[in-house]
């Protein structure tokens, strides 16, 4: 098994709330490019069903209630930089649904590099794959949600937040993937992420043990 190094992610900028007198713009969830190269594929397959079972106007009307941060430049690309995996779930059952949206971040660049360089400034990127591998150069994400990898450990993450063994941290970029990266340097039995039953009671032990107590969302035993 290859197993990735530590993480090395930037210090971050908190993402701004929206403004309550700030419209929100709908775009089609094709345009928004992700910041991000992977998903956990459990939980996007739980948003798929989720959304399945609601009617379009259901949907909208959850879409506007968690709206997406975006970063636009000034040629008009936009970049989600949250909400990845609900989008994900909804474009794998409709690809020409839209979500609504606010603008985050307004960057004064027409450049895609430098564009992609002032959201990597603010820790606003995840550039490791879904082996772990990383970080990659900013130029390595993919153009639309269709294109991420699975990370079958962010995965095992989400079904311990979903346990309550981990606890939710919404203000710290990447805190499931923070996890997923020490898990990775932890031995547990093979798993995937359509079956993670196998790994799940180690998983569970190692999130509630001391060691993992540096880590936001630690609840202990």
């Known amino acids: 098994m290859i197993r990735a190094g530590p993480l090395h ?7 701004p709330p929206p403004q309550p007198d700030e419209p929100l713009l709908e ?19 739980r948003r798929h069903a989720d959304f399945s079972r609601d009617s379009p106007d259901d949907r909208r009307a959850y879409l506007r209630r968690k709206p997406v ?22 474009f794998s059952l409709d690809p020409l649904a839209s979500a609504f949206g606010y603008v985050a971040l307004e960057i004064a660049t027409t450049d895609l590099k430098a564009s992609l360089s002032a959201l990597h400034q603010r820790g606003w990127l995840y550039l490791y794959n879904g082996r772990g591998h990383g970080p990659l150069d900013p130029a390595a994400l993919p153009n639309h949600l269709g294109e991420l990898q699975d990370d079958p450990y962010r995965s095992l993450v989400w079904k311990l937040k979903q346990e309550g063994v981990i606890a939710p941290a919404p203000l710290i970029p990447f805190h499931e993937f923070r996890w997923g990266a020490w898990l990775r340097r932890r031995s547990l039995p093979p798993f995937s992420s359509m079956r993670l039953e196998p790994a799940l009671p180690a998983a569970r032990a190692l999130a509630r043990s001391t060691a993992a107590s540096h880590l936001a969302g630690w609840q202990g035993l």
């Open 9 to 15: 992610l930037l210090p971050y900028d908190p993402l």
């Open 27 to 45: 775009v089609p969830i094709s345009s928004l490019r992700p910041t991000q190269l992977c998903v956990g594929r459990a939980e996007v397959q």
């Open 69 to 90: 941060p975006m970063a636009r430049n000034a040629a008009g690309l936009l970049w989600m930089v949250d909400r990845h995996h609900r989008l994900s779930g909804l």
